[in-house]
């Protein structure tokens, strides 16, 4: 049975947890799945300090003492994540950025590979579409499979056309979220992913060293010298673009 960890970032139980709600049956009329919703307004996130130990030492070195470890362990723990925020200011809630601040470090040391994400964003008006993509960017970044997220219009009271519409949207996003949990084979990164991935781990290789983390962390998992994070065949056109992308990695390190 797929576990689904919904994290919800209002502090209400209105338009944003009906939404997941609405999701969950969605998903649950596909197959078993096993739903759990986390409110973050539940748990201590404190305001990163910027001290950049997490990037260079490692997470445990973070001087902050909060539910962080928890959280991250409840996306392990997950097959498939949603991140369900409403509009704030055209922007995630500040709970849910907190958490995002917080796990900065795996942006660096991406781990949730072969795991579903999709975002859910609720709004009166105007924005939602630039949350959506922020947060799937997010998710890419931390390794997870993304799939289109949802914007809702909510604004109050809400209209029978609009609720039928979002009741829509949000059917499509769930059939996109199940279409991606159930399938097996690891995807083959695109162009744009490729060349994150070798131009950083080549400036990497040749601008850090031992003493830094993100070093450590990247020869450990022989990611120095892998096509890419995860093990993948690429075709010739993709394995000859991440030559390249290698050599730009090494001019870029050499300019430096
Ligand atoms: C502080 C605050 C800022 C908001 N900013 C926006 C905004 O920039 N754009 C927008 O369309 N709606 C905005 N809204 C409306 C909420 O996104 C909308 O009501 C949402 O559905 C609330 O979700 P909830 O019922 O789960 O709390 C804002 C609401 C609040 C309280």
Redesign the pocket.
């Known amino acids: 049975m797929k576990k689904i960890t919904a994290f919800i970032g209002?502090a209400?139980k209105?338009?944003?947890?009906e939404a997941v709600r609405e999701f969950e049956q969605n998903l649950k009329s596909y197959t078993d799945i096993e739903f759990e919703y986390v409110f973050l307004k539940d748990y201590r996130i404190e305001f990163c300090r910027g001290c950049k130990l997490c990037f260079n030492k490692g997470e445990d070195h973070c001087p902050l003492r909060d539910d962080r470890d928890l959280l991250i362990e409840k996306m392990e723990d997950s097959d498939g994540v949603i991140f369900a925020t409403?509009?704030?200011?055209?922007h995630v809630s500040a709970p849910m950025k907190n958490l995002l601040d917080r796990i900065a470090f795996l942006l660096h040391r991406p781990c949730f590979f072969g795991k579903v994400f999709t975002s859910i964003v609720?709004?009166?008006?105007?924005?939602?579409n630039s949350i959506i993509k922020y947060l799937g960017n997010m998710g890419e970044n931390l390794g997870y499979r993304v799939t289109k997220g949802c914007v809702l219009n909510?604004l109050e009271p809400t209209a029978k056309s609009a609720q039928e519409k979002n009741s829509l949207e949000i059917k499509k996003a769930a059939a996109r979220f199940y279409r991606v949990l159930v399938r097996q084979a690891a995807p083959t990164p695109s162009l744009f992913r490729l060349m994150m991935f070798r131009i950083s781990r080549t400036r990497m290789k040749e601008m850090l060293s031992e003493e830094y983390y993100d070093y450590r962390h990247y020869k450990a998992k022989g990611w120095f010298e892998s096509d890419y994070y995860y093990d993948v065949t690429l075709k010739p056109f993709k394995k000859l673009m991440g030559w390249i992308f290698d050599l730009a990695g090494h001019r870029l390190a050499k300019q430096n």
Not at 14 to 17: H, I, R
Not at 86 to 90: E, H, I, M, R
Not at 122 to 128: D, K, L, R, V
């Open positions: 209002s209400r209105k338009a944003t947890y409403p509009n704030y200011s055209f609720t709004q009166g008006i105007f924005g939602g909510t």
